[in-house]
């Protein structure tokens, strides 16, 4: 029931990435939220059975890519198990700090993780922002090109599902 609840409540798309020691590593996440301004802080949850869990459970810093209609691809890779997330060497780089970013994302934020809890078979992560980049501005009271999960499925945003 409760997986049935949350399936119809639709949620924006990121993915997070992060430096390991092994490689680089990435995830979609539809749990991001922002939490305060001032200080910046975000937080998301990471389920313990992602195979790029212990390495985002395991660092002090990540970025997380905030994704409209136009990075679907990026979404779809951090979704997909069993793929080198990393393999094509020209859709990202290294922050000079290490981390990965995906390059063209509408926008990315790097951040230092400051609070880590359990939460069932997740862990709910807190991180202040630190960096932020925006490829792809959108103006305020528009609905931008934003890509939403809902439904097991991929969504975009537009004029005919604005509401007021």
């Known amino acids: 029931m409760f997986k049935s609840v949350f399936r119809g409540h639709p949620s924006g798309v990121a993915v997070i990435t992060a430096q390991s020691e092994a490689g680089p ?3 979609t996440a ?24 212990p390495a985002i459970l395991n660092a002090s810093t990540i970025v997380v890519h905030l994704l409209d209609a136009d990075d679907i691809a990026i979404a779809q890779l951090g979704a997909t198990s069993g793929v080198d997330r990393f393999a094509d060497t020209t859709t990202w780089a290294p922050l000079p700090t ?15 993780i400051v609070s880590r809890m359990d939460a069932g078979g997740s862990t709910v992560i807190a991180a202040h922002a630190v960096q932020a980049h925006i490829d792809r501005d959108v103006e305020a009271g528009t609905h931008g090109n934003a890509l939403v999960y809902q439904n097991r499925s991929w969504h975009r945003l537009s004029e005919e599902s604005q509401l007021g």
């Open 25 to 27: 590593v990435a995830l």
């Open 30 to 53: 539809s749990s991001v939220s922002s939490v305060s301004v001032d200080p910046p802080l975000l937080i998301f949850s990471v389920s313990s059975l992602s195979s790029a869990a």
């Open 98 to 112: 290490g981390e990965p970013v995906y390059a063209g994302s509408r926008a990315w934020v790097r951040c230092a």
